[in-house]
């Protein structure tokens, strides 16, 4: 198995617009690709960015969001944070993008650190050789 390679933490800052889902798919894809990441990888990789991507403008407080991504160990991770004066992690709202998070990460986690709401999940590169 190829080991991916070290790449980031690239920083993103967005406004909270939805069409801007896929500017950091696109940024995301090409970040995962000079990784060594694989085409199904890679579209894990574009979903987990979304979901955290939408969630965080859906839940967080109409503030920029600021978007990481890091490769590092055979993981792709995302971690969105946005500013909020209220925040509630266990919101029902939220279990679909915990479902999805789920389904193509290998760990996740919705939080509220020091009034930031954060979302984030890691896809491992799990390729056989």
């Known amino acids: ?22 500017v950091l798919r696109l940024a995301a894809s090409g970040i995962a690709g000079m990784a060594g990441f694989t085409v199904d990888e890679i579209e894990d990789i574009r979903i987990a960015v979304s979901e955290v991507l939408l969630a965080l403008i859906e839940h967080g407080g109409g ?3 600021e978007v990481e991504f890091v490769v590092e160990a055979r993981e792709f991770k995302v971690r969105g944070s946005t500013a909020v004066e209220d925040f ?13 998070l789920a389904g193509v990460g290998t760990e996740h986690g919705i939080e509220l650190v020091d009034d930031h709401a954060q979302i984030w999940a890691a896809v491992t590169h799990v390729s056989i050789p």
């Open 1 to 22: 198995m190829v080991e991916p390679t070290a790449v980031g933490p690239v920083l993103l800052r967005l406004p909270p617009d939805p069409a801007l889902s896929r």
């Open 63 to 65: 503030q920029p969001i």
């Open 88 to 100: 509630d992690a266990d919101h029902p709202d939220l279990l679909l993008c915990r479902t999805v």
